[in-house]
């Protein structure tokens, strides 16, 4: 999840985190809270990206990032404090980490951007629309992070850009 600064020259967000499912705040449980310094720019310009991977032990993961400073904030929350040794903790963040490569940053998926980025040089009007176009939903669908829509994105598109490589070897 993306958020932004809301004030001019703000240097500071507070991120609390909840569980729960309702919608409103209060009617969840609070977890706690990470204070994380931003440089100050104005309104909207300072992004924070924000990770969360939870495991069937227990363990919340938050990983927090501002990435025009490269500044990673990370709070680890237990579901039941003290249930798990110093040792199990390691090896569940160790296997949390595996989960946490953006789709964006995945070798087949920069593939196809470099695929379409290379296409849209070449072409020209209409087909050069269109590349654009799917060039832009695709960055869309790696920010929503559902693999199964990626996949299936890419499962469609492949055949056509196949087709248009070799419409230009002819």
């Given at each position: 999840?993306?958020?932004?600064?809301?004030?001019?020259?703000?240097?500071?967000?507070?991120?609390?985190?909840?569980?729960?499912?309702?919608?409103?705040?209060v009617?969840?449980?609070?977890l706690?809270?990470?204070?994380?310094?931003?440089?100050?720019k104005?309104?909207?310009?300072?992004?924070?990206e924000?990770?969360?991977?939870?495991?069937?032990?227990?363990?919340?993961?938050?990983?927090?990032?501002?990435?025009?400073?490269?500044?990673?904030?990370?709070?680890?929350?237990?579901?039941?404090?003290?249930?798990?040794?110093?040792?199990?903790?390691?090896?569940?963040?160790?296997?949390?980490?595996?989960?946490?490569?953006?789709?964006?940053?995945?070798?087949?998926?920069?593939?196809?951007?470099?695929r379409?980025?290379?296409?849209?040089?070449?072409?020209?009007?209409?087909?050069?629309?269109?590349?654009?176009?799917?060039?832009?939903?695709?960055?869309?669908?790696?920010?929503?992070?559902d693999?199964?829509?990626?996949?299936?994105?890419?499962?469609?598109?492949?055949?056509i850009?196949?087709?248009?490589?070799?419409d230009?070897?002819?």
């Open positions: 999840n993306n958020f932004y600064t809301i004030y001019d020259q703000q240097t500071q967000v507070n991120f609390k985190i909840y569980q729960g499912e309702s919608r409103r705040v009617d969840n449980i609070f706690a809270e990470l204070l994380v310094n931003v440089p100050p104005p309104v909207g310009e300072v992004k924070i924000v990770r969360f991977t939870y495991d069937i032990n227990g363990i919340l993961d938050v990983d927090i990032t501002v990435p025009l400073t490269g500044a990673k904030n990370r709070l680890v929350i237990e579901q039941n404090p003290g249930a798990l040794t110093e040792e199990e903790i390691k090896l569940s963040l160790a296997k949390l980490a595996q989960l946490k490569i953006h789709p964006r940053d995945e070798q087949i998926n920069q593939a196809l951007i470099a379409m980025d290379h296409l849209y040089q070449l072409s020209l009007s209409e087909t050069r629309i269109w590349i654009s176009d799917c060039s832009r939903k695709f960055s869309y669908l790696l920010e929503l992070q693999p199964d829509l990626i996949a299936d994105f890419r499962s469609k598109i492949e055949p850009l196949d087709n248009l490589e070799r230009r070897l002819l």
